[in-house]
């Protein structure tokens, strides 16, 4: 079955550090989303890529970078780990418009902890 | 750029009873609506969406409504039961654009 993995499923790392989440999917989608989940924040973009070789920035970028070199793939890093992204990080991927339903199939999330 | 607001961020409805979470969008070319479902611990899933040809979608006991004028969608879950628990998230999606734009979330308690 297709699926979408992250990991580390768990991290833990000191401030200044450079961390990188990894994501991979199965469903051959074009499209790959970033998301940090934070208390009274809901689901916040971080980077998203519509194709391979294609990035962009969505609403938190700042601190983050991802790269597309294929199209199963997109990691996350964290360039120099602040405590402020302490978060739990979900990956997502989806079909482009027109060509599926639009719906988003999420990672398991994986848990950063910067102290 | 889009942006979503949802409310309320906790609800708590007795077991049985009728449960809405109401959402606003700001730029009135979205035309897909999605409601995500989180249970503790795990990741969201799709529960129920609604495009913008469309002004109500049922699913069971879950419906969506959408009025465009109002730039307003909402959720409505009846008859809920325990296994209803759990984070809601409204979303948007513009015309054109693949990204979707999430609502902060409702936490939904169902009580025995």
């Known amino acids: 079955d297709a699926e979408i993995t992250q990991s580390p499923r768990h991290k833990i790392t000191e401030t200044g550090r450079q961390v990188t989440l990894a994501c991979h999917q199965t469903?051959?989608?074009?499209?790959m989303f970033w998301y940090r989940q934070d208390l009274g924040h809901g689901l916040r973009l971080i980077h998203y890529?519509?194709?391979?070789?294609?990035?962009n920035k969505g609403e938190v970028s700042d601190g983050y970078s991802v790269s597309r070199s294929n199209t199963e793939d997109l990691p996350l890093t964290l360039e120099s780990a602040a405590s402020s992204q302490t978060s739990v990080y979900f990956c997502?991927?989806?079909?482009?418009?027109?060509?599926?339903?639009?719906?988003?199939?999420f990672g398991e999330g994986s848990r950063l902890t910067v102290l | 750029g889009e942006n979503v607001e949802q409310h309320p961020s906790t609800l708590s409805v007795q077991e049985g009873d009728s449960a809405v979470i109401k959402c606003t969008y700001s730029d009135s070319a979205s035309n897909y609506f999605p409601w995500y479902k989180q249970e503790l611990g795990k990741r969201p899933q799709l529960i129920i969406d609604?495009?913008?040809?469309?002004g109500e979608k049922k699913d069971q006991r879950i419906a969506v409504t959408l009025n465009k004028t109002a730039k307003h969608f909402s959720l409505h879950i009846t008859e809920t039961q325990p296994e209803d628990s759990a984070v809601y998230f409204c979303a948007a999606r513009l015309r054109g654009d693949d990204k979707i734009i999430f609502g902060k979330g409702t936490r939904l308690h169902i009580l025995p």
């Open positions: 997502a991927s989806s079909e482009r418009q027109g060509a599926g339903t639009g719906e988003l199939f």
């Open positions: 469903w051959n989608h074009n499209n």
């Open positions: 609604i495009r913008s040809n469309v």
């Open positions: 890529s519509y194709g391979v070789h294609d990035t």
